[in-house]
């Protein structure tokens, strides 16, 4: 009986973890491949590989994004113990946005130091990272058994919160920033993250005392 | 034993899963990537954005349907005991219809409002559908011992019946509806499931009497 | 002891069906999408799809032939009980080849009716069959305990053979055959894959003697 | 209990090998498809092909690297009993890498011959290699208990080694040797390898005594 419930989450999993390992992959197509004549010199080739740093950075940001999107995801379903139908459409929703992502990546390593298509690009961030936060919330709000996963969970769901707010700081941040700067915001993220994942009060430790 | 008859069910789930999300990811492919001239104004973006709407509903609204089928395929392949080699080739063929859908959407939102392209759109969407609930029928033609797995069965052939209804009301709507709303026929999908779904008699209901 | 041995298999399996599916699904890029005018007519339309007829034809021949090395693929490695390191060299070989697929699909399907694109497709067909054949008796090779099983590999290896020389059957005939027909050729591959199959003895017929 | 903890091992292995397969296969695309006139001549096709050889011979050179990065991997996690979070973010870094070989191959490919690709393309080989023995390294860290684990660890190792070797001699290499010959420096590769493994002491030889 155990099993046959597992199955459908098991399948799930599957599928999710296939749409994350092929956006983030496909972030390399965004990539273009400079194709020069000849005997072109070094020089030539340095100058085509600077004007592709923006894309690198697009394709390394985005892969850190959804590296963490994956992570969170993750964990979150490895607490879980049962399936619930109710979490489908909010996964089949999350899983878009992260098929979405190859674009935003896209739309902004062209078009960099624009106002619009970082805002696009943080405003998707912060969307995602809200229906991940609702995800592992739903995921593992049957998983508050033990202690010490009870402090597990709760390290990742201030995680998945520190996440949504680090997302939405820099789309705040993407307004305020003077032009060079404006995808610093990004930092935000690592920082909330911290902040929120070291500030969580262990239960473990307090039911020892 | 068991196990061994599961084996080629699990790889033909597993490949199907894999197709199901590669068709899926891929759909992105087909939105173009604005680039703009350094210093462009947020008109001149948003002005892009809107020529891209079409691309976007492509992309939300195939996402959607895809989706639909894995959901579909999914539930009826849980139910599966046993493993028939029949539906190797009637698992193939519906594939290679969802593995087409990149194509088509992109087929669709670069000629929105065209007959021909929303009724190639509609046609393949509606035998993707029959071929879906054969599909479905086959997967769980073995699965009707108990009362709740009865009902779930009943259930699923009605969403699947209700697909095909849908896509095939959606196909004739597209040459009746104006220009303007013409895959607004779309709706008719989630009309039928909800209301086939929704009229199935209950056996457990019928049996606790 | 045993599922120590049998986590390489699966991983090799796991790794093949991905790129399988990878590979069957990518075929669809390869197919052009017609982007008209607004307001271009029904007939428009239908002269752009009929352009596109080669490459539907190539997407529906290489995703036959993809889903029959698939399923050769599947047969064998559900039959083999043990993991044995000198598949992997083969393995991969044979993988590069499926991968290759799209880029042949293209070749073929733009370049319809010319002999060479014809013969590199059907020569790596050939190939790649023939690498099939190995891999298949590899697999298979202690496979060999019960009758039942017996009968099912010898089955195999019939279809493994028949594969490969349908393959070769068409290669020669591209060769012979009138520019429109070139590709017929192709039909050698059911043909002799169905005599063969259907002229294998059975081993547990003989045994109940 | 066990299990819970092998749960993250597999959902991290599953999505390695996603994306290793992803990449494989998207390698394809870098290979532009000939699109010749309608009855042009075989010598034409020819001359087309030949254009081609420096891109299928990047492909199947990075075919070949991504194998050789997975089979690697694939052996390392298949000795992992227990799942370090410590070993994600590594795992992440070199996956990115991994992801970004079909861009690094069309880089090579189309301007080959010139150094900066290569040396591009070789140091990005070197730093994946050496996340690949860092990696491995890390995974078998805790398996050392019996002695044939061992021996099998040590070859491993060495093997890994022998890659980063094989690339660091290649990168190297590559500023020395004549325009033609430039890529040749990646025969060091399964040199190193070959004569690393090999000089491997037997430590269960050594204990039989």
Same mark, same amino acid.
């Given at each position: 009986m155990a099993e046959e419930t597992d199955h459908p989450l098991e399948r799930l999993v599957f599928f999710s973890d296939a749409v994350f390992a092929i956006a983030i992959t496909l972030l390399v197509i965004e990539i273009e491949i400079p194709d020069l004549p000849k005997g072109a010199s070094v020089a030539q080739y340095q100058h085509e590989l600077q004007s592709l740093i923006p894309s690198f950075a697009g394709f390394f940001m985005s892969f850190a994004v959804i590296a963490a999107f994956w992570a969170a995801h993750h964990t979150a379903f490895s607490m879980t113990r049962k399936y619930s139908p109710k979490m489908l459409p909010w996964n089949l929703i999350f899983l878009g946005l992260i098929a979405l992502t190859p674009w935003l990546t896209g739309f902004l390593s062209r078009n960099l130091n624009a106002l619009l298509p970082t805002a696009v690009y943080f405003g998707a961030f912060t969307i995602t990272a809200l229906l991940n936060a609702r995800l592992a919330f739903m995921a593992t709000? =049957?998983?508050?058994?033990?202690a010490e996963t009870r402090d597990k969970v709760s390290r990742l769901r201030r995680r998945c919160i520190g996440l949504a707010l680090g997302a939405f700081t820099a789309l705040c941040l993407s307004f305020v920033l003077p032009e060079q700067m404006?995808?610093?915001? %990004? %930092? =935000?993220v690592p920082i909330w993250t911290r902040v929120l994942v070291l500030s969580a009060p262990s239960q473990r430790a307090q039911e020892n005392v």
């Amino acid at each position: 009986m155990a099993e046959e419930t597992d199955h459908p989450l098991e399948r799930l999993v599957f599928f999710s973890d296939a749409v994350f390992a092929i956006a983030i992959t496909l972030l390399v197509i965004e990539i273009e491949i400079p194709d020069l004549p000849k005997g072109a010199s070094v020089a030539q080739y340095q100058h085509e590989l600077q004007s592709l740093i923006p894309s690198f950075a697009g394709f390394f940001m985005s892969f850190a994004v959804i590296a963490a999107f994956w992570a969170a995801h993750h964990t979150a379903f490895s607490m879980t113990r049962k399936y619930s139908p109710k979490m489908l459409p909010w996964n089949l929703i999350f899983l878009g946005l992260i098929a979405l992502t190859p674009w935003l990546t896209g739309f902004l390593s062209r078009n960099l130091n624009a106002l619009l298509p970082t805002a696009v690009y943080f405003g998707a961030f912060t969307i995602t990272a809200l229906l991940n936060a609702r995800l592992a919330f739903m995921a593992t709000s =049957a998983a508050t058994l033990e202690a010490e996963t009870r402090d597990k969970v709760s390290r990742l769901r201030r995680r998945c919160i520190g996440l949504a707010l680090g997302a939405f700081t820099a789309l705040c941040l993407s307004f305020v920033l003077p032009e060079q700067m404006r995808f610093m915001g %990004l %930092l =935000a993220v690592p920082i909330w993250t911290r902040v929120l994942v070291l500030s969580a009060p262990s239960q473990r430790a307090q039911e020892n005392v």
